[in-house]
């Protein structure tokens, strides 16, 4: 039975080979035999390629070197007269990971997106085009990742994962946005924002200011009265942005107590540099009314018309 199989399966085989015209099956000096070779031995591959964002170029007849398989994997002759084998064709599989970044950028090198991606973190721990692309056969619509965006990142990130099931959180699992939307996964930019320690990977938005402005544009100012925590510091030094088990995604679940952060007489602080102001001896903060700063500072991201931000 099994000699029946493999008996039919080179038949097959045979009639896919003399199917080829002669020119593509007859290798060049420089050793490319053209991508319709490959089909011959790689049909499952080949079946889905037509629907491939790299499949243009290999339509548009250009040169065997600038398009089609052997534009990424070398020249297939010696692979061919091989019957195939790893060793005798540029396999990603076995490839180091600065080769496969190498072999990518060859094409994708000239893209803003990924001008950065060889100073990017993502490419200082080893991790490259084919740890979350599949180059032949993608199983989402977009950009030929491996998986489903979220899923993909939560390969490495867990601890991300965790933070958006929180009850406080950006919709990322229920689809309404994804990683890409705050972080370039290609390598950002320098920082603009945090005194130049801001996250990793964070994309920039209007005018090279931080993502979240992007939705929240209400904040983005500018403003006649700045607060500085804001402005300098970034969103993130009062919200978590992924998810919190606090209302509005703040850090502490009390707000004074994120306030009394900065605004604590601690000198060194503030413009005259004797501390931010603290609350003035009116307020008792054992009193409930005065726990909740933004009751009365309404505007806490910035004002055009109170320096306290009360409007």
């Given at each position: ?26 290798p060049s ?11 011959t ?20 007849a250009?040169?065997?070197e600038?398009a089609?398989?052997e ?14 084998g790893?060793?005798?064709i ?16 060859r094409?994708h090198?000239?893209k ?14 080893d991790?490259?085009?084919t740890?979350c692309?599949?180059?032949?056969r993608?199983?989402?619509p977009?950009y030929?990742?491996a ?12 601890n991300?994962?965790?933070q ?5 959180k950006?919709?990322?699992n229920e ?12 390598g950002?930019f320098?920082p603009?924002?945090?005194?130049a ?9 209007l005018?090279?200011?931080q993502?979240c402005?992007v ?12 607060h500085?925590?804001?402005?300098v510091?970034?969103c ?15 850090k ?13 007489g601690a ?7 004797n501390?931010?102001p603290?609350q ?5 903060m054992?009193?409930p ?16 018309a109170?320096s306290r931000?009360?409007?």
């Open positions: 039975m099994i000699r029946e199989v493999l008996a039919r399966v080179g038949f097959i085989r045979f009639l896919l080979l003399a199917a080829i015209p002669l020119a593509a099956q007859s000096a420089s050793g490319y035999t053209g991508s319709e070779v490959c089909r031995c790689h049909p499952a591959v080949w079946l889905n390629f037509p629907k491939n964002p790299h499949f243009p170029p290999l339509a548009a250009q040169p065997a600038s089609g398989c534009s990424c994997h070398g020249p297939g002759k010696a692979h061919v007269e091989a019957r195939g790893k060793a005798t540029v396999a990603f599989s076995v490839l180091p990971p600065e080769k496969i970044l190498d072999n990518c950028l094409c090198g000239q803003l997106s990924r001008a950065n991606i060889r100073r990017s973190q993502h490419t200082q721990s991790v490259v085009c740890n692309h599949s180059i032949h993608s199983p989402v977009k030929l990742l998986r489903v965006q979220r899923d993909l990142c939560y390969t490495c990130h867990a991300v994962r965790a958006f099931n929180m009850p406080v950006h919709r990322v689809g309404v946005m994804q990683c890409s939307d705050c972080h370039n996964p290609h950002a320098a603009t924002w945090r005194m320690a801001r996250p990793r990977l964070v994309d920039q938005g005018a090279n200011e993502p402005l939705c929240h544009s209400d904040k983005r100012g500018p403003f006649v009265f700045e500085a925590s804001v402005r510091d970034g993130e030094s009062c919200h978590a942005p992924h998810g919190s088990m606090n209302a509005r995604l703040l502490r679940p009390v707000v004074f107590t994120l306030c009394l952060e900065c605004h604590n000198p060194g602080f503030g413009r005259s540099g501390g931010v603290t003035s001896p009116s307020h008792n054992a009193d009314r005065y726990q909740n700063c933004t009751t009365c500072h309404v505007r806490i991201h910035g004002s055009n109170d931000f009360l409007r």
